[in-house]
T-cell receptor, first 113, second 116 residues
Framework: DAKTTQPNSMESNEEEPVHLPCNHS???????IHWYRQLPSQGPEYVIH???SNVNNRMASLAIAEDRKSSTLILHRATLRDAAVYYC??????????????FGPGTRLSVLP | GAVVSQHPSRVICKSGTSVKIECRSL??????MFWYRQFPKQSLMLMAT?????????EQGVEKDKFLINHASLTLSTLTVTSAHPEDSSFYIC????????????FGSGTQLSVL
């Protein structure tokens, strides 16, 4: 199974950019890189995903290394509402029964006012 | 955006009873649904994957007879915790995807199960 590693926690000041790293050295050629975040007592919510090229949306940007063994989620201006656990996930397409997503431990982001 | 509705949000039950949790995709057809459980301050643990009209595929270590999953339609999946015990107390989360290689997951808001 392709797995990801992330720092346990990170801290940021409000209105500053945040770079959340993720390592996935065993990624396969067709695995998509997904990012989700989870606020306390809630289900996760989608942030962004990509395959090879960098991606931008209204929430964040995703920078993918050329060898695809790592990626970085970029929050351009952190707000207090961005405080959450961020999960970097790979689609595990090696299974023989459809799609599945396996969560790693994630990074707990704290945003300081 | 796509919405996944999960009910109930919280349930407290006595040991030995069964609890059913519903997961509905409100504005898309979910070819695949996933069930996760999460203990405090831990990550989500995938329990099973279900495809509409077929039997769920359970992850290693998850008891099929304990956690019954039914995905009878493209918009509804249910998880029944049978003969619940205190160690089954956890946060259960469902998610759904419309399918397709590039599709993202949409999550329910979760169900906090407390077994007394």
């Amino acid at each position: 199974d392709a797995k990801t590693t992330q720092p346990n926690s990170m801290e940021s000041n409000e209105e500053e950019p945040v770079h959340l790293p993720c390592n996935h050295s065993t990624i396969s050629g067709t695995d998509y890189i997904h990012w989700y975040r989870q606020l306390p007592s809630q289900g996760p919510e989608y942030v962004i995903h990509g395959l090879t090229s960098n991606v931008n949306n209204r929430m964040a940007s995703l920078a993918i290394a050329e060898d695809r063994k790592s990626s970085t989620l970029i929050l351009h201006r952190a707000t207090l509402r961005d405080a959450a656990v961020y999960y970097c996930i790979l689609r595990d397409v090696g299974r023989n029964y459809g799609q599945n997503f396996v969560f790693g431990p994630g990074t707990r982001l704290s945003v300081l006012p | 955006g796509a919405v996944v509705s999960q009910h109930p949000s919280r349930v407290i039950c006595k040991s030995g009873t069964s609890v059913k949790i519903e997961c509905r995709s409100l504005d898309f057809q979910a070819t695949t649904m996933f069930w996760y459980r999460q203990f405090p301050k831990q990550s989500l643990m995938l329990m099973a994957t279900s495809n509409e009209g077929s039997k769920a595929t359970y992850e290693q270590g998850v008891e099929k007879d304990k956690f019954l999953i039914n995905h009878a339609s493209l918009t509804l999946s249910t998880l029944t915790v049978t003969s619940a015990h205190p160690e089954d107390s956890s946060f259960y989360i469902c998610s759904a995807t419309p399918g397709g290689y590039d599709e993202k997951l949409f999550f329910g808001s979760g169900t906090q199960l407390s077994v007394l």
